[in-house]
């Protein structure tokens, strides 16, 4: 019996399954009944008929195209909404004006006619379980849209004639939304607002003392304070300079700070390779140049010890680097989410935006208007995985001209960064001091990063010296000479 089934079934084929069994045809039949609650849905319409603040509580949770699996009740709903959007009556609505209302529109019989409104106010005689209704009917609307969207997606994936990436991000998009459909929020009195706020407050005042942060921590005690307490979550940063000027490894400094106090760091390392990437903090963390190792008889042995010391460091942290270079910002996205998954990044670096590709279905799309594109991307990204995210960008050759410190109006190729960012820092120094230095010469170079934007906090500045022997920024202590201190008594 089970050869002539073989043979019936064709070579190789699977056993037919019983009569009876589920099949994956059987499944998808897109004529197979959907999840739904017809007493739920009635109960609620007359409750809203019957009861102005049920009418409230429905609207406000079930307000959505879709909510109600039966047509007559969604039309129902919807000119309930409608009637209640141009009252000014606390009364609420009533089976004659909404059958008045839905004539007028040519929908009283498509709804069932009068007598049916009147039944459904007959069939509850109270309101009081509106809420419980209400959770049934979208429960059961939520599965729908789960159905929806799986089944749309595998037509999808049959016609779909771009790249697969566009499909997996619009995928990935269409799901967070459906996943988002049951989040319930409702109207909040100001007293636990407030509690909150009191929180915060004294979270602030306490901050410096405690040595807790609000945030994620630069490492960069100004940057710090005027971020009130580090990089926050949904946070877009952008770290931006001329070429040459010292932002990756200002990056690599904050990651390195980030990762040695226990927090996850992602890395997007469009230019540089990960073994490049991973020398590099090495070299600032033992702050010794490891490329000068070559050229030295003997290595020092204080300096091996430190290289070993960071490696066992780097090693323990959590640190993870994606070297895709010219990367699309579709694959960015889909990576970025994976890592946040997986190994629970708290902060994302990316090096940087104008690498970034972007799949473009408009010939005539200019590269000013992708990257608007891509830096909404990023922002969007940064509230939706609810992390930190630090991009870096290019300024114009125009940010040299003048007194030769860049500004906001000199971030390259779209002005749309400047308006994306929460944070915007302009990395500045002389390049001509580091040029007049010797190849082995370790000493420190004046630089400074303009805190120009601050959305949630103070602009200004925070003073850095550069070490290019071993790429790595530490903050500048301020010093007070005896004639600085002599010319302000003058000056009071």
């Known amino acids: 019996m089970v050869e002539e089934r073989r043979k019936n079934n064709g070579p190789g084929a699977a056993p037919s399954r ?21 007493e739920a849905e009635c109960a609620i319409l007359g409750a809203m008929l019957t009861d102005a603040d049920a009418a409230a ?51 009283l019989e498509l709804a069932g006619g009068p007598s049916y409104l009147q039944l459904l106010m007959d069939k509850v005689p109270t309101a009081a379980f509106i809420d419980r209704h209400v959770d049934i ?99 877009l940063f952008v770290l931006a300079a001329r070429p040459s000027i010292g932002k990756t490894a200002l990056a690599l400094n904050m990651a390195y700070n980030m990762a040695m106090k226990g927090v996850s760091v992602g890395i997007f390392s469009l230019e540089m390779s990960a073994d490049q990437l991973t020398l590099r903090l090495i070299s600032s963390g033992a702050r010794v140049n490891i490329s000068n190792l070559a050229y030295q008889a ?16 780097l090693s323990n942290a959590r640190i993870v680097i994606d070297e895709t270079g010219g990367i699309d910002i579709l694959e960015l996205r889909s990576k970025a989410r994976r890592m946040v998954e997986k190994e629970k990044v708290q902060i994302l670096f990316i090096d940087y935006l104008q690498l970034i590709t972007i799949s473009s279905t408009n010939r005539n799309s200019s590269r000013e208007n992708d990257v608007a594109r891509i830096s909404g991307a990023l922002k969007s990204l940064a509230k939706e995985l609810s992390i930190p995210i630090v991009v870096l960008a290019q300024v114009n050759r125009a940010a040299e001209q003048g007194d030769g410190q860049p500004k906001l109006s000199n971030l390259r190729e779209s002005g749309a960064i400047e308006q994306d960012a929460d944070v915007v820092a302009l990395l ?30 103070m602009t200004g500045k925070q003073n850095l010296i550069f070490f290019p022997y071993y790429t790595r920024f530490d903050p500048r202590e301020e010093t007070v000479s005896a004639e600085d201190v002599q010319a302000m008594r003058k000056n009071n």
């Open 428 to 457: 500045h120094r002389n390049r001509e001091d580091q040029y007049a230095q010797g190849a082995d010469q370790t000493s420190g170079l004046e630089a400074v990063l303009l805190i120009a934007k601050n959305r949630n906090g």
């Open 57 to 107: 509580v429905a609207m406000g949770r079930l307000n959505f195209e879709g909510a109600f699996y039966n047509p007559a009740h969604q039309m129902i709903f919807n000119a309930m909404v409608a009637l209640n959007a141009n009252s000014t009556s606390k009364e609420g609505v009533d089976a004659v004006v909404l059958a008045d209302y839905l004539e007028k529109n040519g929908q």
């Open 18 to 38: 019983k009569e009876g069994q589920t099949s994956v045809a059987g499944v998808l039949n897109i004529n197979r009944e959907k999840p739904h609650n017809s």
């Open 137 to 235: 009917v979208r429960q059961a609307a939520i599965l729908r849209k789960i159905i929806a969207t799986c089944s749309e997606t595998i037509l999808q994936c049959y016609e779909h004639q771009g790249k697969a990436e566009e499909l997996l991000d619009l995928i990935e998009k269409q799901v967070l939304e459906v996943s988002q459909m049951n989040e319930r929020r409702d109207y909040l009195p100001i007293a636990p607002l407030v509690t909150n706020a009191m929180a915060y407050i004294s979270s602030l005042i306490t901050v410096g003392k405690s040595g807790e942060a609000l945030g994620i921590l630069t490492g960069y005690d100004v940057l710090d304070k005027s971020m009130t307490g580090g990089l926050q979550p949904g946070m």
């Open 298 to 313: 003997e290595q020092p042995a204080g300096d091996i010890q430190k290289i070993k010391a960071v490696c066992q460091s």
